[in-house]
């Protein structure tokens, strides 16, 4: 099974693989415990040539570049000093994958309690906004731009990629929410758009 994954994935991909068993569906993962886990899912492959005991992590660091680069991939967003979180397409392939892959664990890695509370916080704080108010209504028309990127907590300072990332973390972690999915997928159009 692992010569399989080694054999059969580029490095972005275990990367990206390895992204998603650590739970960087809804939290950024530092590239110390992505290159510890992409070894378990391929060992050697990350390894030091001289020193095939350790891992190379500015190997990893490389391969996690290419994962974000959205002319090949686009599956991760962020940075070494961030820490990286799947987009949505990195999550369509994580899960694709690794239902084929029955011999890996993808168990994924508790929420910690400050990430518990921080997504409670955010969920009422979006069920309390006007544009969620106004999508309840039926109204998701007369929602402005300015509603809708409060939703998603965005401001004239957060641009690029800052809000590509902002705005990716609420839709992967509350895409699927039964109170706020529909909310997203209305006002997410608005916000790309803008």
Known sequence: MVEYLAKSYSNPEIVT?????????????????????????????FVWKKFKDQINKESVRISLAD???????GY??????????????????AKSELTKLKDVDISQVTLKKQE?????????????????????????????????????????YITGKARENKISRIVNIFKNDPDLGKAINILLKKVQSE
Do not use: C
């Not at 994962?67 to 991939?73: M, Q, S, V």
């Open 17 to 45: 693989l390895a992204v998603y068993i650590l739970g960087g569906k809804s939290q950024n993962i530092d590239t110390e415990y992505i290159a510890i886990k992409s070894n378990e899912l391929a060992p050697g492959r």
């Open 67 to 73: 994962a974000k680069k959205t002319n090949k991939f």
């Open 76 to 93: 991760v967003l962020g940075s070494q000093k961030d820490g990286w979180v799947l987009s949505e397409k990195g999550i369509k392939y």
């Open 116 to 156: 518990i509370q921080w997504q409670r916080h955010e969920k009422d704080r979006m069920l309390s906004t006007i544009a969620y108010d106004k999508i309840n209504l039926n109204k998701s028309s007369a929602v402005t731009i300015r509603e809708a990127e409060d939703f998603f907590r965005l401001d004239d």
